[in-house]
């Protein structure tokens, strides 16, 4: 479990530092600006499929959906927020008065705490916040509620697209990154250079194969809370599955699949934390490095024990 802790102690102190924040921002934009154009031209065809696809769901079931979608995302927004803002407002007190030992398990206790607080607002107010929405959608015409929902499909479509190629850039430009914090954190050990293709074809096989479960899972997209978690769970198993490769190819001489089923559970553990970068715009383009560096530090650390 320490080794856990330091590994992601570890990664949130790298994508804090100028050297990898350059590969995050700079890859990141231009992994955006990307898809926001391919999004730009394909746009009314992806209105249209959503729209098609609404057309099969009963309005009621659009409007009632639409609305728990739009309280859930707004409960999500708010737990991010409150815990942003503490560590923004009272994150050097923090650091001060928490050791480094037990910072990661702070963290998760705020992050805990953002959650049951609005929890405890949504249970108290949340038929209420679940009846203006629908209140909202109600008095809106049907075609201006499905062309809204269709909106949602059509974003949730180009966030997803963005995301899976930030797997893929991040496992491109992986050994360069690492091999730049091995010379600051673990000069005396040496990268392993000769993996590069054998990780980027790897990626490219999860992601087809995450768009395919993403396509079976799509009609959970209607079913509130349940889109979150089966979306949380595909990005995991994404980012587990594919990044787990990277840093091991990059530690490794070769990489053995049944040593590394023995980590599973710290791996997915350190997954689940990349991939709720993803429910916040602009972080998710710095989680892909972040997993990739947490990763790597934890098979560096117990490699050498």
């Known amino acids: 479990m320490k080794e856990i ?61 639409g609305a728990w979608m739009l309280s859930t995302f707004l409960w999500l927004q708010l737990v991010l927020l409150t815990f942003a803002l503490i560590f923004v407002f009272f994150g050097n007190v923090v650091l001060r008065h928490v050791s480094k030992e037990k910072y990661t398990m702070f963290s998760l206790w705020v992050a805990v705490g953002s959650a049951i607080f609005w929890g405890i607002v949504w249970f108290i107010k949340g038929d209420y916040i679940y009846r203006e929405f629908l209140q909202f959608l109600t008095v809106l015409p049907f075609q201006t509620v499905e062309k809204g929902i269709a909106f949602f499909i059509g974003f949730y479509l180009i966030y997803n697209a963005i995301v899976v190629t930030m797997v893929f850039v991040a496992s491109l430009f992986s ?77 490794y001489e070769k990489v053995d699949k049944e040593k590394m089923k023995e980590h599973r559970l710290a791996i997915g553990f350190i997954s689940i934390i990349v991939a709720l970068f993803n429910l916040v715009p602009v972080l998710n383009i710095f989680g892909p490095f972040f997993g990739l560096i947490a990763l790597f530090h934890y098979l560096k650390s117990i490699e050498l024990q």
């Open 175 to 251: 050994e360069p990154l690492i091999v730049s914090v091995e010379k600051r954190h673990f000069e005396e050990d040496e990268v392993r250079r000769d993996h590069i293709w054998s990780s980027v074809a790897y990626t490219l096989k999860d992601s087809f194969i995450f768009l395919g479960l993403s396509l079976l899972a799509f009609p959970l997209l209607f079913i509130p809370v349940v889109n979150i978690l089966v979306q949380i769970a595909l990005w995991t198993w994404l980012i587990k599955d594919t990044m787990s490769y990277d840093a091991a190819a990059l530690v």
């Open 5 to 65: 802790f330091n590994a992601i102690i570890f990664g949130f102190k790298e994508i804090l530092t100028w050297n990898t924040m350059k590969y995050a921002l700079v890859l990141g934009l231009l992994v955006s600006a990307l898809w926001g154009v391919i999004g730009y031209f394909l746009w009314d065809t992806l209105i249209t499929i959503s729209s098609h696809v609404l057309d099969w769901v009963p309005f009621s079931m659009v409007r009632s959906n």
